[in-house]
């Protein structure tokens, strides 16, 4: 016994110093390529944890031995756990720790920029992300709505009666702005103010922007930039989805999408998108509707074939149908077309089509294709127009790694398109002449990573126009990124083109008492841009994480062609603009994500928008000079509530006047729209929603629509030369015009939501 008692008495003694040591683990924390600051390493259920320093190193100390999960969190990757055993004979470990990114402030993939996919970091061209979440802020019936909170984005009305508008980036007007769904073009032309509703926004994974011409890979109208709508995979999308969204306007919309199986290698998704708003509201008692009553539905399928080596397979298609019309209050269908009462009614169909296929035998040869129709049947007062577009493209890229450092990436597109209308833009009234233009082209860039700071992509691109001949569009861009990617430098030239049809693009065009004057046939624009971008990230030792992105351009276009509202107030006149123009300026966004769950995100733009000629300078109309963003959310994870904040301001702008007697202000004021939403998330993957829509209730003047009270202009006198003339019951000499318009009539208004997911 006395010996046993000794023995215990040496073990006891000999595991003092063990008992008393301080068990640890360290180690190195990165993502593949550098080391990651401030990270969070944490033991699970525990307070215990500490924090990478600025080589990525970290030592966590005190742990008792056994079994542990280490949690390693930072702002902007995915969370991870670790497994780390201590025992008496190993009390302490060293691991190393790969993070992956997880959201917009890192490394996303994105596109858009160089037809390749590759990291937003990595990308010689910036590229601005948006996924679902940031658009979910701010619930709204169409992906035009949505935008209203994207810096230096902003959704433009163009008619107080049909409420059509287009998306002005950099102050360009909307046919600048090439619109693409999962790379394929599907708006342009006549569905140019159609292509951004009825998107179901439980489809899109996340919305690309890229700002400046980007001729050089999508031809032309990217002049001004390009906006790529990335659908969601079928592999990765939920089961079943539900949104439903009801405002004290009596405004309806419904989301709804669900994904399947067909078989091992058949995958699909199918959405479906119904808004509905019937009521007619006259707030500023001009006798017009505030807004457009709209019955539009949009459906949506995306099949995914699964191959060897993932090579790509994929086909979507989408339909869309919608009958939207805005006028006198008591107007009706049967007044369609005549001269009793005044609306626009609009009735419009379109299918689009969109594919691509990765060619067998070859790596990384891509067929991509797409093809969309659009009808239209539409009446402006009694001003009729029936239009047709029909619109083929087929393009064949190539990828190729070479040398080492170079990536290669060379096509050739094919783009067909015809165009018909009861205008004269496509013969007389009396012969039909439809536009048809064949537009072949080919590409090559070359993408140079010099070393491991600097990157060189050149490209160029030979298109050749049936209508107006060959086009050459080049473009340089230079990138620089330190060592640990927090800060990166951007530098691009280019040139860019557009061809022109005003009466598929500008509805204005159309609408109103304004006679539409050609002084010229019209030639393609032609534009040279220059950006420099800056990039920089923190990662603070609290776990605050922010985002500084800040741009300057400069864009000079010559034989630019823009509506000429102020020379005459009974036209609008077109031509190509014998001098130059210069769209200039500075934006910056910035993204503060706080360690206490608050996120930031505001937005600032400046930007000198002017047209030269003649030795005379004016502002277009529509332009603003300044303008702020923002959104604000911040979370309660216990409660589960979510509360998002966003808004927009907007400087003074130049308004279209209808002539020297025209007594409404001749520029905009400064306004905002803001919004507030509160979310909280129930059980079984259910959320129920409310909020608040233009907090402050701005609308403009209520005289924005000149002589709302004699639409068909029957009180109104005119010259011999078909001006207006000032008269006791129109002192002002002014016609019925409904393009004074800067922002929308519709008020504050309330909603609720619903919404559903179901996981697998």
């Given amino acids: ?57 970290f030592n966590l100390e005190g742990l008792p031995i056994g079994e542990h999960i280490l949690v390693f969190s930072s702002v902007g990757f995915e969370v991870k756990q670790v497994h780390v055993k201590l025992s008496t004979t190993q009390a302490s470990k060293a691991i190393t720790v790969r993070l992956e990114s997880s959201d917009n402030l890192l490394e996303e993939v994105v596109i858009t920029g160089t037809l390749r996919p590759m990291s937003k970091s990595s990308s010689p061209v910036p590229v601005e992300l948006y996924t679902a979440k940031f658009f979910s802020a701010n619930p709204t019936p ?145 006798g017009f509707t505030d807004i457009t009553l709209q019955n539009r539905m949009s459906l949506f399928n995306k099949w995914l074939f699964q191959r060897r080596e993932n090579r790509p397979f994929s086909l ?48 990384d040869l891509t067929l991509s294709v797409s093809a969309n129709g659009h009808q239209q049947d539409a009446a402006y007062g009694t001003t009729l127009f029936n239009g047709n ?78 209508i107006h001949g060959n086009i050459f569009t080049p473009r340089t861009n230079l990138k620089w990124t330190s060592a640990n990617r927090l800060n990166i430098i951007r530098w691009s030239i280019g040139n860019g083109y557009r061809v022109a ?78 001098g130059h123009s210069v769209s200039q300026g500075l934006s910056l966004t910035t993204d503060i994500v706080w360690a206490s769950g608050l996120d930031t995100q505001i937005g600032i733009t400046a930007q000198d928008v002017y047209v030269e000629e003649n030795a005379e300078r004016f502002t277009p109309v529509l332009t603003e000079q300044y303008s702020v963003v923002w959104k604000i959310s911040y979370s309660f994870p216990e409660a589960l509530i979510n509360i998002d904040y966003t808004g927009n301001l907007y400087g003074p702008m130049k308004l279209p006047l209808l002539g020297t007697l025209d007594q409404r202000a001749d520029h905009s004021p400064w306004w905002s729209i803001q919004n507030i939403k509160l979310s909280k998330k129930l059980v079984h993957g259910l959320e129920v929603y409310a909020g608040i829509k233009n907090i402050l209730n701005f609308t403009p003047p209520a005289n924005s629509i000149a002589r709302s009270f004699d639409p068909f202009d029957q009180q109104v006198q005119f010259d011999s030369q078909g001006q207006v003339i000032a008269s006791p019951e129109n002192p002002q000499a002014l016609s019925f015009d409904p393009s004074y318009v800067f922002a929308p009539n519709q008020g504050r208004r309330y909603y609720v939501g619903l919404a559903y997911s179901l996981t697998r």
């Avoid at 906006?227 to 306007?249: C, E, G, R, Y």
């Avoid at 006679?515 to 534009?527: A, G, H, I, M, N």
């Avoid at 741009?551 to 062609?561: E, K, L, V």
Wanted: aromatic share 12%; with cysteine.
């Fill in 316 to 363: 979507a298609f989408r339909y869309i149908w919608e009958d939207r019309w805005g006028g006198e209050m008591n107007w009706n269908p049967s007044f369609r077309g005549g001269n009793e009462r005044y609306a626009e009614s609009i009735f419009m169909n379109r299918w689009e089509l969109m594919g691509s296929y990765g060619i067998p035998g070859v790596k």
């Fill in 501 to 578: 049809n005003v009466f598929t693009e500008d509805h204005a065009a159309l609408t109103g008492a304004r006679e539409v004057v050609f002084l010229e046939e019209l030639k393609p624009e032609r534009s040279w841009n220059s950006n420099l971008n800056l990039v920089k990230k923190w990662r603070c030792a609290n776990g605050t994480f922010i985002s500084l992105d800040a741009s300057a351009w400069y864009t000079r276009f010559s034989q630019r062609i823009f509506p000429d509202y102020m020379t005459d107030p009974n036209k609008i006149i077109y031509a190509n603009l014998h």
């Fill in 142 to 286: 169409s992906l035009f709505e949505g935008l209203q909170n994207v810096n230096g984005v902003r959704p433009q009305l163009n008619c107080n009666v049909c409420n059509t508008g287009d998306i002005h980036i950099n102050g360009l007007e909307g046919p600048y702005t090439m619109v693409l769904m999962d790379g394929m073009p599907i708006v342009s032309g006549l569905s140019t103010v159609y292509g951004l509703s009825g998107i179901p926004q439980s489809l899109i994974e996340r919305v690309e922007i890229v700002k400046g011409p980007a001729s050089t890979l999508y031809g032309s109208e990217a002049l001004g930039g390009v906006i790529n709508i990335i659908t969601k995979d079928p592999k990765d999308h939920q089961a079943f989805n539900a949104d439903v969204m009801l405002s004290s306007w009596q405004e309806i919309n419904t989301d709804l999408s669900y994904s399947f199986k067909a078989g091992k290698k058949l995958k699909s998704i199918m959405g479906l998108n119904y808004f509905l708003y019937d009521r007619p509201f006259d707030k500023n008692q001009d």
């Fill in 389 to 466: 577009q029909y619109i083929a493209f087929a393009q064949l890229t190539w990828a190729k790694e070479w040398a080492k450092r170079h990536e290669l990436l060379a096509g050739t597109a094919y783009r067909y398109t015809y165009y018909n209308d009861d205008t004269f833009a496509t013969g007389s009234y009396e012969q039909d002449q439809p536009s048809i233009t064949h537009l072949p082209g080919i590409f090559v860039q070359d993408q140079w990573s010099l070393n491991e700071h600097w990157t060189v992509l050149t490209g160029m691109r030979w298109d050749v126009n049936s």
């Fill in 1 to 57: 016994m006395t010996n046993k008692i000794y023995t215990w008495l040496l073990f006891s003694v000999l595991a003092l110093p063990a008992l008393g040591q301080s068990n640890s683990v360290s180690g190195y924390v990165h993502d593949g390529q550098a080391p990651l600051l401030y990270v969070n390493v944490g033991l699970l259920n525990s307070s215990k944890g500490c924090m990478t320093d600025e080589n990525g190193r």
